[in-house]
């Protein structure tokens, strides 16, 4: 007589996969209505989109990406003009380096890829200016393709959720990457889609301060709150200082230099910092990024090259 069978174990989820279709379906329903997310926005809006929110929020990126795209509709538009006016059209986004790199992109997309924004993933990452975050990012929003995505706000949600606790580290961590990608939904569109979701989740619920659990529709599982969300008890988290910085300086200087149509002598830069020392030392550093141009006889402009 043949001996009964075991009922076989029910298997269990894939990791993550708790979390998707809560996450998913919150966003189908809360996602705000952004340019860059219209099916008709196309690559280019999406990584132009991807540059300007690094480090920036999304009600001051939203005026300059609209003109931006207006002047600049396609890579080869912005290649033709000069890396300056790119700066000057920056505005006060800050970081203005991003702005330069953003160029440097479109030119190179121009050249290799006959101006078509490039669909793969290590395509885009060999383009200058484009690290692993942009080349995923434009990978998985332009293009849908499945790739872990990892901003600031993507890693706290999974800080809390599934490490457990408040914050992530100050910088990526590889153990961060091999958890995001465990997380990753196996279809593509899944996976695009999870990727914009955690972020926004992030972005409007699992904030850095005040998070507003009560509309997380992931509170019933995140570790972190199951835990009685303990305090941070890593390093001390970066602040984010500008008053009386170098960075504070060097935009007060590019600004000088935006708003004058030709070049500026050095005494008109002088007047917007009074410490000398801070102020070379600042100026020297936006020629060094290539975000000025020292002419002769004391004079400085965008660069046109």
Request: hydrophobic share 40%; charged share 25%; net charge positive.
């Amino acid at each position: 007589m043949t001996a009964p069978t075991k009922p076989t174990e029910t298997a269990r989820n894939a990791p993550g996969e708790d979390l998707h279709a809560p996450v998913i379906d919150w966003f189908d329903e809360h996602a705000r209505d952004l340019p860059w997310r219209h099916p008709d926005a196309g690559p280019w809006a999406v990584m132009v989109s991807e540059f300007m929110l690094q480090q920036t929020p999304v009600n001051r990126v939203l005026p300059v990406y609209e003109q931006w795209l207006a002047r600049w509709p396609r890579p080869a538009d912005l290649a033709k003009d000069a890396p300056g006016k790119a700066v000057r059209a920056w505005g006060r986004l800050g970081y203005p380096r991003r702005a330069l790199r953003l160029h440097g992109a479109a030119v190179a997309i121009t050249e290799r890829h006959d101006g078509d924004v490039p669909t793969e993933h290590a395509q885009l990452l060999a383009l200058p200016g484009i690290g692993e975050y942009t080349a995923a990012a434009v990978a998985s929003f332009a293009y849908g393709q499945r790739h872990p995505v990892l901003d600031t706000n993507v890693r706290r949600v999974f800080a809390r959720a599934v490490t457990g606790v408040q914050y992530p580290p100050n910088a990526t961590t590889a153990a961060e990457r091999r958890l995001a990608r465990t997380l990753l939904p196996e279809g593509e569109r899944t996976a695009s889609r999870w990727a914009a979701a955690s972020m926004e989740l992030g972005a409007l619920v699992c904030t850095a301060k005040n998070e507003s659990c009560h509309r997380c529709p992931i509170a019933a599982l995140c570790a972190w709150r199951l835990a009685g969300k303990p305090e941070h008890d890593g390093p001390p988290r970066k602040g984010q200082t500008y008053a009386g910085t170098d960075r504070q300086v060097r935009g007060k200087l590019l600004a000088v230099l935006r708003e004058a149509h030709v070049p500026v002598p050095q005494t008109a830069l002088d007047r917007v910092w009074d410490e000398p020392v801070q102020r070379a030392r600042a100026l020297d550093g936006l020629v060094s990024d290539g975000l000025v141009e020292p002419l002769p006889g004391g004079l400085y402009r965008l660069p046109l090259t």
